[in-house]
């Protein structure tokens, strides 16, 4: 048994959920973790090479059914959210915005006609697509966003920003949530349609192996059958991030063992007066009360996997996984940053990475205190966001 599955959490897991985290974590062990560090140095990183190898593993949209996608079930597919963001969050979100976000709104809200002419080559990390929610001035309250786009004719013409897009300056389309005279709808966006432009954000401290971009739309003329379909208000995208959000819960988790595993090899050979601090029971408090969390936060996000698997999870059970697991995910980093010492700042270690990073996932997918309000909804039934 690993030392940190205390309450031995593997013996919840079908065989089949075991193999495909294997293959996962092998996949991370070979194409991630060499070179992630650098990635995250240098801000830079092979996306589309990336992609085309999640794509082969069948890691893209694999909890979806149908076109090309792995049909596997959600649990399975939180177990490779896990081991991805074990490599690093820029990772797991570059994956989580392809499957959860892009390719869930077309197999979700898409026509046929749509899901076949994308889902296919998306699946195969041929196409990458990007999700765009958040507007500079509308972010955890996109009831509020400015994109527009009007009728002309049986075209749309879209016009508006959007901020923070992940995977943005890399993708071939883009999901874009738009006011409308009819409410918000969602459009399939090619991002070589002129008068879209993207451009990188540059200077981050955090999700540094990831691409983040703002996407401009200078009057983007599409046609009719750029529409979702089925998306006919903000409930569409608030129901795409319950998947994404679902991700995060199982993910942040991977992230969280991969210090804690750091900081107990560490700390087993790190010396200060006379001994390993591992035996020192300050430290070992530490050590326990981490993988106590873990272990809980664990526990929490197969219980959504169990939920959703079968088709009884609601939005704030979800919320309830990403506000817990992303807040202690984030509290274990920076208690085990602590355990390195002086040796904890730099990149030679994956923790100040997983710190950094965690801070991104923290406020993404619904921050903190959206969360908090979305379960103080649910407990009291007064709505406290407005
Ligand atoms: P509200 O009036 O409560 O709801 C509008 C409609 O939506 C429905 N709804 C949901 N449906 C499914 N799932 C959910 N989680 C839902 N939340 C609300 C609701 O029932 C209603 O339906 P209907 O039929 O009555 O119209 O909306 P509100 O404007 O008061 O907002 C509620 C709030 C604050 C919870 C929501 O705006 C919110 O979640 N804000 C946070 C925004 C956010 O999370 N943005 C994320 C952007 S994407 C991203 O960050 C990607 S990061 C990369 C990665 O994932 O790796
Ligand atoms: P704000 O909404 O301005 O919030 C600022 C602070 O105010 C927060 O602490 C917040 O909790 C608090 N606050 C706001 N309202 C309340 C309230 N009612 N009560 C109490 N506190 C409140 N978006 C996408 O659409 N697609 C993406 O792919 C994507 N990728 C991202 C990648 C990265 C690296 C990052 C950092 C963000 C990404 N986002 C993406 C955007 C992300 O979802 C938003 O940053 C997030 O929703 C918060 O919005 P904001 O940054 O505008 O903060």
Not at 85 to 99: F, K, L, N, T, Y
Not at 221 to 227: F, I, K, S, T, V
Not at 257 to 279: K, M, N, V
Request: proline letters at 4%.
């Amino acid at each position: 048994m690993h030392p940190l599955d205390l309450i031995d959490i593997e013996d919840m897991l079908g065989e089949e959920e075991r193999a495909i985290r294997d293959v996962t974590r092998g996949i991370v062990d070979d194409t991630v973790r060499p070179k992630v560090a650098m990635w995250w140095e240098e801000g830079e990183l092979p996306a589309r090479e990336l992609m085309t190898g999640f794509g082969e593993a069948g890691l893209l949209g694999m909890h979806l059914e149908g076109y090309g996608c792995a049909g596997t079930s959600a649990t399975a597919y939180g177990l490779a959210a896990m081991e991805l963001e074990a490599g690093d969050s820029g990772i797991r979100s570059m994956v989580s915005v392809q499957g959860s976000l892009a390719m869930y709104a077309i197999h979700r809200f898409g026509s046929p006609e749509q899901r076949e002419r994308w889902l296919p080559d998306m699946a195969r990390g041929a196409v990458i697509g990007c999700f765009g929610l958040t507007e500079a001035d509308a972010g955890s309250n996109p009831a509020s966003m400015r994109t527009y786009a009007r009728k002309d004719g049986t075209d749309w013409v879209l016009s508006g920003s959007k901020m923070w897009i992940t995977n943005g300056s890399v993708a071939d389309i883009a999901i874009v949530w738009a006011r409308t005279d009819d409410g918000i709808r969602g459009f399939i966006v090619p991002t070589d349609s002129p008068g879209f432009h993207a451009s990188v954000i540059h200077h981050k401290v955090s999700l540094r192996a990831s691409i983040t971009s703002e996407l401009v739309f200078d009057d983007v003329r599409l046609p009719q059958d750029a529409l979702l379909p089925e998306a006919t208000s903000l409930g569409a995208p608030l129901r795409c991030l319950n998947e994404a959000r679902f991700g995060i819960a199982f993910g942040t988790m991977g992230a969280a063992r991969e210090c804690l595993e750091t900081a107990l090899d560490y700390a087993a050979t790190r010396e200060q007066f006379d001994r390993p601090i591992s035996g020192f029971q300050l430290t070992q408090r530490k050590f326990v009360d981490m993988a106590v969390e873990l272990n809980k936060g664990m526990l929490l996000a197969l219980r959504l996997g169990r939920l959703k698997d079968a088709g009884r999870i609601t939005p704030e059970q979800v919320s309830a996984g990403k506000l817990n697991n992303a807040r202690e995910a984030l509290n274990i980093a920076r208690e085990c940053r602590a355990i390195l010492g002086g040796s904890g700042i730099t990149l030679e270690y994956p923790v100040i990475r997983h710190m950094n990073n965690l801070e991104s996932v923290y406020t993404y997918e619904g921050t903190n205190e959206m969360h908090t309000l979305v379960i103080g909804q649910a407990l009291t039934g007064v709505s406290a966001f407005r």
